[in-house]
């Protein structure tokens, strides 16, 4: 019995031992401690004993049991929910069964014998069939050989079982194993049929956690590199949520949506790609901003507070002559002139003009017989002064004409004299003289008949035409 508080003495101590390492839920390694009780009494024997399974539950007047720590087990789990299960029990017998006697019961009692046995047991685990973290329901089958005081005998067991996990490494025990002895003493024999019951505690442990962080290698995705439980043991270096692995700037906070990089202005374009990681900008500049809006970018843009083209680096192209033709395609930008005409002015009247400027000569009115203006022509003159200053690069002849009265050369000085007439007006008006050249033709190229009044009045008049 010293050899055997010993052993128990040693087990418990390693049990001790073995609290402080455990770890997960799938350790491999169980220890159990607990208390054991025997029932000679329900195993289809005649009296004392009784028939099997008959008054299972009498703890009082069948079980054996002794008040101390009397179990000690060690398991290791093997796989698919297999485990196997070492176990050593100590026990004292002094009640075999009930005897009978007229009616009268009375225990069946025995010699205070000293019981030990050692038991292999292979169990199943519902646990994962019933999809539960702490129920864990069992049945196992295995041998095992027992001592009561000095007869030993082999035993072939049976058991179903239950345990509780209060966590991941502690839980409650309660066991109950049928030991079939082929020599039951009933029979003659040395051994004993009996039921061994225990409760108790277990702790499992004994997984490997190379990198430390908590999580056991087995279900550590990155079992050589400190990390965190939600990413199943892989790091998080720079904390922003996302894992290295997944993580395209690992060592720098950033935001899912990046893939873990960072966008410090906030403008939406990661700061990998940000030309200007610091101000809010526009995708289309690369992350930079455009104050006037002219799709130059502020950095590159000569007046960023002022819309203007790229090719002129981001300023406004000028129109020196003001004339609404820029200066890039003014090809007279220092004058004045028509957007039609590229910016430069008026160099020939269109025949349409020209038209119009015929129209007013030909109702200037004369004196009759000389060469000076009535005043009721001023507004024609004036009408034609304000076409020939829109063509100041263009030169006109004016060309005057007579009727037929009178003498041919006398016609002639007078149409020369109403020419000259008309271009000192436009001359007094701000028309160019260098622009202007008068010419007389006397009665000739009539447009109409002389033989009437009208045809007369038509025939004296004034005609311009451009000098090519």
């Known amino acids: 019995m010293k050899n055997l508080s010993r052993l128990f003495f040693a087990m418990t101590l390693l049990l001790a031992v073995s609290i402080s390492y455990g770890q997960d839920k799938n350790n491999p390694w169980a220890f159990g401690l607990g208390v054991n009780a025997v029932d000679l009494y329900p195993v289809g024997e005649d009296s004392p004993r009784g028939a099997y399974f008959d008054e299972y539950f009498n703890a009082n007047d069948h079980w054996n049991i002794l008040p101390a720590p009397s179990v000690v087990s060690v398991s290791r789990y093997i796989s698919d929910g297999f485990t196997f299960t070492a176990q050593g029990s100590l026990n004292r017998i002094n009640k075999i069964g009930t005897n009978d006697f007229m009616g009268v019961t009375?225990?069946?009692?025995?010699?205070?014998?000293?019981?030990?046995?050692?038991?292999?047991?292979?169990?199943?685990?519902?646990?994962?069939?019933?999809?539960?973290?702490?129920?864990?329901?069992?049945?196992?089958?295995?041998?095992?050989?027992?001592?009561?005081?000095?007869?030993?005998?082999?035993?072939?067991?049976?058991?179903?079982?239950?345990?509780?996990?209060?966590?991941?490494?502690?839980?409650?025990?309660?066991?109950?194993?049928?030991?079939?002895?082929?020599?039951?003493?009933?029979?003659?024999?040395?051994?004993?049929?009996h039921f061994q019951h225990s409760v108790g505690f277990a702790v499992r442990f004994g997984g490997t956690d190379t990198d430390g962080d908590g999580i056991y290698d087995q279900d550590d995705a990155c079992p050589d590199v400190a990390g965190l439980e939600a990413f199943n043991g892989c790091p998080d270096s720079d904390n922003d949520g996302i894992e290295d692995s997944k993580d395209d700037c690992p060592n720098e906070a950033g935001l899912a949506e990046f893939n873990g990089c960072p966008d410090a202005d906030g403008d939406g374009i990661k700061d990998g790609d940000d030309k200007c990681p610091t101000t809010p900008g526009l995708a289309s500049l690369a992350g930079c901003p455009d104050a006037d809006g002219d799709g130059v970018a502020d950095g590159d843009d000569n007046c960023p507070n002022e819309a203007g083209p790229s090719a002129n680096n981001g300023c406004p192209w000028p129109d020196t002559d003001g004339d609404g033709v820029l200066d890039k395609d003014d090809q007279c930008p220092n004058e004045a002139g028509e957007v039609a005409n590229n910016g430069c002015p008026k160099v020939e009247p269109t025949p349409e003009v020209m038209k119009q400027l015929n129209d007013y000569a030909r109702t200037i009115l004369f004196n009759t017989g000389k060469s000076s203006l009535k005043k009721a022509s001023d507004v024609t003159l004036n009408a034609m002064v304000a076409i020939l200053k829109e063509y100041p690069k263009a030169k006109f002849e004016l060309d005057g004409y007579t009727d037929s009265v009178g003498s041919a050369k006398s016609n002639q000085l007078?149409?020369?004299?109403?020419?000259?007439?008309?271009?000192?007006?436009?001359?007094?008006?701000?028309?160019?003289?260098?622009?202007?050249?008068?010419?007389?033709?006397?009665?000739?190229?009539?447009?109409?008949?002389?033989?009437?009044?009208?045809?007369?009045?038509?025939?004296?008049?004034?005609?311009?035409?451009?000098?090519?």
């Open 106 to 193: 009375s225990p069946a009692t025995a010699p205070n014998l000293t019981y030990f046995a050692v038991d292999g047991l292979v169990s199943y685990s519902f646990m994962n069939i019933i999809n539960s973290q702490k129920l864990d329901p069992f049945i196992g089958i295995g041998g095992g050989y027992t001592w009561v005081d000095d007869i030993g005998f082999g035993t072939l067991n049976g058991s179903l079982g239950l345990k509780y996990w209060l966590n991941d490494n502690f839980g409650l025990t309660a066991q109950s194993t049928y030991k079939h002895a082929f020599d039951d003493f009933a029979d003659g024999g040395d051994g004993a049929k």
């Open 414 to 468: 007078l149409s020369e004299r109403r020419a000259n007439a008309v271009r000192d007006y436009l001359i007094a008006n701000g028309i160019g003289e260098d622009r202007l050249v008068a010419k007389g033709f006397g009665e000739e190229n009539p447009i109409d008949t002389n033989k009437t009044r009208a045809g007369r009045a038509n025939n004296r008049r004034v005609e311009v035409k451009v000098i090519k």
